[in-house]
């Protein structure tokens, strides 16, 4: 099967680091057979990116690089008519969070969290409100606090904090935000908080 590059795709796929919640800059390798939907093999893992490269243009003629939610045609049959961009060679890809320049040359990013908090049987008004959006702010960690009164006794909520505290956050919870809730008087018990995903800011490049 590897004989056969004019019929494989490869896609080549920056690789996640949990211990550090970072992209990795470090590559896996997966290869599939066009018009076969099951047919396919796996590459190399958690290999640098020029070794990965390397083996997947030895057994593919389309290649993909993928980093961080882009992609790039990189095989000797390009995909550029197609609206993908061309890898550029000698591109250096370090250990960086999502959202920043390949290269790691920005290795810290604030993140946005969105929350949505009901608030059953109690009337939030807009002083409760406001003592939320006061209390959220002297949090450690915590920047810009956004927060607005809805018409069915919620709370929609969105603060920036400093991304290197983001881990428990991205676990679905965020103890800043409850301990803010407590203060506000607002019972946690009774309070439910649906915490949604991280919003990261537009890359300031």
């Known amino acids: 099967m590897s004989g056969e590059p004019e019929r494989h795709v490869a896609f080549v796929v920056e690789d996640w680091d949990d211990e550090t919640e970072r992209l990795a800059a470090r590559f896996s390798v997966t290869v599939q057979v066009r018009g076969e939907a099951d047919g396919g093999f796996d590459g190399p893992r958690d290999v640098p990116l020029e070794e990965a490269l390397a083996w997947a243009r030895e057994r593919a003629t389309v290649v993909y690089v993928q980093l961080g939610g882009q992609r790039w045609s990189a095989g000797s049959e390009s995909r550029v008519e197609q609206g993908i961009d061309q890898w550029p060679e000698g591109q250096v890809v370090h250990p960086r969070p999502p959202g920043t320049p390949l290269d790691g040359s920005v290795q810290r990013r604030d993140w946005r969290l969105r929350a949505l908090v009901?608030?059953?049987?109690?009337?939030?008004?807009?002083?409760?409100?406001?003592?939320?959006?006061?209390?959220?702010?002297?949090?450690?960690?915590?920047?810009?606090?956004?927060?607005?009164?809805?018409?069915?006794?919620?709370?929609?909520?969105?603060?920036?904090?400093?991304?290197?505290?983001?881990?428990?956050?991205?676990?679905?919870?965020?103890?800043?935000?409850?301990?803010?809730?407590?203060?506000?008087?607002?019972?946690?018990?009774?309070?439910?908080?649906?915490?949604?995903?991280?919003?990261?800011?537009p890359p300031p490049y």
């Open 118 to 201: 009901k608030v059953p049987g109690r009337g939030v008004t807009e002083a409760v409100v406001a003592r939320l959006r006061e209390e959220l702010r002297g949090e450690r960690g915590v920047g810009e606090v956004i927060a607005d009164r809805l018409e069915d006794d919620g709370i929609h909520v969105l603060f920036d904090i400093d991304e290197r505290s983001a881990g428990a956050a991205l676990r679905g919870s965020d103890p800043r935000l409850a301990a803010a809730l407590r203060r506000a008087g607002i019972d946690g018990s009774a309070a439910r908080i649906e915490v949604g995903d991280f919003l990261p800011e």
